[in-house]
């Protein structure tokens, strides 16, 4: 099966960090834009951040500007979420996905999905 790994997530404090990690099973990160989209129970899924396939060009949604940093590490098959400075309301299950198509919001542009993993801020 072709699909995106999650992992990182967990409990932890108002203002803390935490780092997930996106890998790929069946398929070269590297050849991919991964985006990185979070869901709450009820909502829609909702673009979080995005890199290009080098690296060279990163995208953030506004309510995570300057506290989450996307990067990759292509040699290790990983692309990476910094989330630093955390909010109660960034608890959420959080997913990865590969896309062909540049740096993009756009959920459905993306073809690979992972599982998911559950980040949870305490206040």
């Known amino acids: 099966q072709v699909h995106a790994v999650e992992s990182g997530g967990g409990l932890v404090q108002a203002g803390g960090s935490l780092r997930l990690s996106c890998a790929a099973s069946g398929f070269t990160i590297s050849t991919y834009s991964i985006g990185w989209f979070r869901q709450t129970p009820g909502k829609e899924r909702e673009f979080v951040a995005a890199?290009?396939?080098?690296?060279?060009?990163?995208r953030y949604a506004d309510s995570v500007k300057g506290r989450f940093t996307i990067s990759r590490d292509n040699a290790k098959n990983t692309v990476y979420l910094q989330m630093n400075s955390l909010k109660y309301e960034d608890t959420a299950v959080y997913y990865c996905?590969?896309?062909?198509?540049?740096?993009?919001?756009?959920?459905?542009?993306?073809?690979?999905w992972g599982q998911g993993t559950q980040v949870t801020v305490s206040s």
């Open positions: 996905a590969a896309t062909g198509a540049i740096v993009t919001t756009y959920a459905n542009l993306y073809i690979y």
């Open positions: 890199i290009i396939q080098s690296g060279g060009s990163t």
